[in-house]
Nanobody
Framework: QVQLVESGGGLVQAGGSLRLSCAASGRTFGSYTMGWFRQAPGKERELVARISRSGGSTYYADFVKGRFTISRENAKNTVLLQMDSLKPEDTAIYYC????????????WGQGTQVTVSS
């Protein structure tokens, strides 16, 4: 089992940047595929980016491609989401999630961190 804690959210103007961090507990962090999701008010939770166990493979939703970068530091039990060129429509609660399988649902979730982008 793994516990996740996000940090780094806040208020930023459009065009600005934020870096989210997710700290994981446990000694097997490197065995988890990690994902960042977001949920805006009145909308469903959606996948933003995903990174493989080794960090060698990444996936980005079309709406963040070229603007967001996901990375991980297994030695520090940390996954990062660098968000650049932020838009007001990026406003949401951002969640870190983990799964032990290569595909399927994410059973482990953090509590979320609020990102607000003003126009």
């Amino acid at each position: 089992q793994v516990q996740l804690v996000e940090s780094g959210g806040g208020l930023v103007q459009a065009g600005g940047s934020l870096r989210l961090s997710c700290a994981a507990s446990g000694r097997t962090f490197g065995s988890y595929t990690m994902g960042w999701f977001r949920q805006a008010p009145g909308k469903e939770r959606e996948l933003v980016a995903r990174i493989s166990r080794s960090g060698g493979s990444t996936y980005y939703a079309d709406f963040v491609k070229g603007r967001f970068t996901i990375s991980r530091e297994n030695a520090k039990n940390t996954v990062l989401l660098q968000m650049d060129s932020l838009k007001p429509e990026d406003t949401a609660i951002y969640y870190c999630a983990a799964r032990a399988t290569m595909t399927g649902l994410y059973p482990y979730w953090g509590q979320g961190t609020q990102v607000t982008v003003s126009s």
